[in-house]
């Protein structure tokens, strides 16, 4: 047999398939007919084909004791022998053809290698190398650190790859502006550099506007590993606590000079070394003169360019007992530049929509509740999710006249952008209707118009109810919306009988309207039907449980206390199960105080001179029972102006009523639509004075359009 030896030739990065043919070119040798001299520490391996005699039958070289590099656990993976190698084809299948598997030239050598490079063979020996262990207490081979479970860096490109993946997984994973540039920390710390400084503009654009102050970077995040000390020649000049693993730097806020060095770097959106002539000049700019990075390739600093420009800067950094940066990492450091700052402009975007959501979703709910005598009221308003602040549910008390209140409560169908702008829209109309103090049947047949002029697609359900303190009724009118409830002061929870009628943006569709009686301490409770309603149970098992919800917690305060309304409001909420939230919740309480009929004087006059003098002598009267005589003087002065105007254009009876509540309040009414307007009378006018002088005496006053005239009114505080 020729003993002729071979050298190999990478000519594939694959294994030879078994069974291939000798014409296939993968893994083919190049046989020369000199031997050629192998270096004893970079020997390669001489395959032998089958049946050949081996050069010594001596035991296998030592390396061949440590474990492969792959093989699990570290095992031992001893090399066959030279007639049977890893590699080569059975004699049976191929009895004259060399097919060994394509070896590389050369193993690269490894930082710090050089003591544990194996032994030369002996003569007429060629063995694979395999790298060798790390000897006991030494630094591991691949990082040059002696820190056990250190990072390690990416020496091979598969390893780069799959870093990046994850990485860019981890940050495309945030959703908002912390969690991006926190995901790019984590992920890049302590796998790719041991320090992390992320900048980025402030304030940062939000889509294409157009910024039109300095370029300044704000630090927004640092990141480290964490360490026993730091270095002398380290980046971190402040010491901070070892399980903070976080960078402090004086230098929070930079401007970026036009013209400068930071700014060229930042123009060239590339990553650069810090070593490179560009970034020595521009580090100082960034950190300030008196911090320094470690030295050699152990910095990269990175520009964040969002869509339109340049939104920020990444200092990748290594301490100087680990590896330097490589070439291929720069490739790195720019495709996690580029994904976080893609990342951070899309956060900032759902940033701008989700404080608009916000702030649309807050404006078409109201402010603050009003406080109408008699009448107690709190309210809750819960979104469907965090992600989703905005629905089409909303609540409304509006006073009317006579010392009224319209109760409203209404669900557009859905939970986005639209449905709370229609929801706007009808909230709006709700409001114009009660104000000219039609009723409520009325009011819904004009918001179910209204609907249909929005769109033909248009649906919601509403409940209006209007509270009178005086009489202790309510009037409630249904548009496909759920039962409210009452809770008596005796702790009996009790569904009202409403006829349901069709939702809003049927069309053509009557609704009824029913009167109730409305005791003093009572507490009635509108909601939606994300209160009751879930993907868990329907929406009469819902109200069931609202029901006995309330009794219960009513059995708490006892008979003779109803309960808080505000406790009242939590304690319905917390029925709420986890799985319950499929919908937004708004929920209006008002607990029924009521007027006594001892506090309220009612009087009809006939619209004659002789009323105003009438009138001032009735209230005298009222006011002397009541014991309010302090306030005698005022009522009868701003009584007669009131009067008189409504005895000049009246046609009907004209009516008078004086409340005691925590305030004293007059209302005349008369028959003329048209609504009186506060103007400055001139010096030769002979009226136009009466209103002046309510403004100023009264501590609130107004005027409302009813169905049949107008209602004028004024307060007066009491003593």
């Given at each position: ?31 020369t007919?000199e ?52 590699h ?5 299948d ?21 003591q ?17 262990a790390a ?10 650190q ?6 390690m ?21 945030g ?17 790719f ?21 300095p370029?300044?970077l ?16 380290g ?17 929070e ?9 930071l ?15 560009a ?5 100082p ?28 800067a ?87 006249p ?12 859905g ?38 002029r ?52 049927v ?24 209160l ?17 919800k ?11 206390h ?8 939590d ?81 009907r ?23 009186p ?27 409302t ?15």
């Amino acid at each position: 047999m020729d003993s002729t030896r071979v050298t190999e030739h990478p000519t594939s990065h694959e294994r030879p398939q078994p069974g291939g043919g000798p014409a296939e070119p993968r893994g083919a040798l190049l046989r020369t007919p000199e031997p050629l001299t192998v270096q004893p520490a970079t020997a390669l391996p001489a395959q032998t084909r089958a049946g050949d005699t081996p050069a010594s039958s001596a035991a296998p070289p030592p390396c061949a004791q440590h474990g492969s590099p792959g093989s699990p656990g570290g095992a031992s993976t001893p090399l066959p022998a030279a007639g049977g190698t890893e590699h080569s084809q059975p004699a049976a299948d191929e009895p004259d053809t060399h097919r060994p598997r394509p070896a590389p030239e050369v193993i690269p050598v490894q930082p710090s290698g050089e003591q544990n490079r194996p032994a030369a063979p002996p003569e007429g020996k060629v063995r694979r190398s395999l790298p060798p262990a790390a000897p006991p207490g030494g630094k591991e081979r691949r990082t040059g650190q002696g820190r056990p479970g250190g990072p390690m860096p990416m020496r091979r490109d598969g390893d780069r790859l799959r870093f990046v993946g994850a990485a860019t997984r981890r940050i495309a994973r945030g959703i908002d502006l912390d969690e991006i540039v926190m995901g790019l920390c984590r992920a890049t710390v302590p796998t790719f550099s041991d320090a992390i400084l992320v900048y980025l503009r402030d304030p940062l654009p939000v889509g294409d506007e157009r910024p039109t102050g300095p370029l300044v970077l704000r630090l927004r995040r640092t990141d480290r590993i964490p360490q026993e000390r730091d270095l002398e020649d380290g980046i971190l000049p402040v010491p901070v606590p070892e399980d903070s693993g976080v960078v402090e730097l004086s230098n929070e806020l930079c401007e970026v000079r036009p013209g400068g060095a930071l700014a060229e770097v930042l123009r060239g959106v590339r990553p650069v070394f810090a070593d490179a002539p560009a970034a020595r000049a521009a580090l100082p700019e960034l950190l300030g003169d008196d911090l320094a990075v470690p030295p050699g390739q152990r910095a990269i600093l990175a520009p964040l360019r969002g869509r339109r420009r340049v939104i920020g800067a990444v200092l990748f950094l290594r301490r100087a007992e680990r590896l330097a940066f490589e070439a291929d990492d720069l490739l790195v450091a720019a495709q996690l530049a580029t994904h976080s700052a893609l990342g951070i402009d899309k956060a900032v975007l759902y940033g701008r929509e989700a404080y608009i959501a916000d702030e649309l979703q807050r404006t078409m709910l109201p402010e603050t509740l009003p406080n109408p005598t008699g009448v107690r009221l709190a309210s809750r308003y819960l979104p469907a999710a965090e992600t989703a602040r905005v629905g089409g549910d909303w609540y409304d008390a509006i006073p009317l006249p006579g010392s009224r209140v319209a109760l409203v409560v209404g669900d557009v169908m859905g939970h986005s952008m639209t449905s709370a702008a229609i929801m706007g829209q009808l909230r709006t109309t709700a409001q114009t209707l009660a104000g000219l103090d039609l009723p409520p049947q009325e009011v819904l047949h004009h918001l179910d118009e209204q609907a249909q002029r929005l769109g033909t697609d248009r649906m919601a359900t509403c409940l209006y109810a209007v509270y009178d303190p005086v009489s202790h009724r309510i009037t409630i009118a249904n548009a496909g919306h759920p039962p409210p409830v009452l809770l008596h002061l005796g702790g009996r929870a009790e569904v009202l009988r409403v006829p349901a009628g069709a939702p809003i943006g049927v069309g053509g569709v009557d609704f009824e309207a029913v009167e109730l009686d409305a005791p003093a301490g009572a507490t009635l409770l509108l909601y939606t039907d994300g209160l009751v309603e879930s993907r868990l149970r329907d929406v009469w098992t819902g109200i069931e449980q609202l029901r006995e919800k309330l009794a219960a917690t009513a059995r708490i305060t006892g008979a003779d206390h109803p309960p808080p309304l505000e406790a009242l409001c939590d304690e319905v909420l917390d029925m709420l199960g986890p799985g319950d939230r499929d919908d937004d919740i708004a929920l209006l309480a008002a607990r029924f105080d009521g007027i006594a009929p001892s506090d309220v004087a009612y009087w009809v006059l006939e619209p004659e001179d002789a009323a105003p003098s009438r009138a001032r002598r009735l209230a005298r009267r009222a006011l002397d029972r009541w014991g309010l005589q302090e306030l005698t003087d005022s009522v009868e002065l701003l009584v007669s102006e009131v009067v008189t105007n409504a005895v000049r254009y009246a046609t009907r009876p004209i009516t008078l009523r004086l409340l005691r509540t925590d305030v004293l309040r007059c209302e005349v009414g008369d028959d003329v639509p048209q609504l009186p307007r506060l103007r400055q009378a001139r010096a030769t006018d002979e009226g136009g004075r009466g209103l002046y002088l309510v403004n100023r005496l009264a501590r609130r006053w107004g005027a409302t359009r009813l169905s049949t005239g107008k209602v004028v009114w004024f307060e007066l505080n009491r003593g």
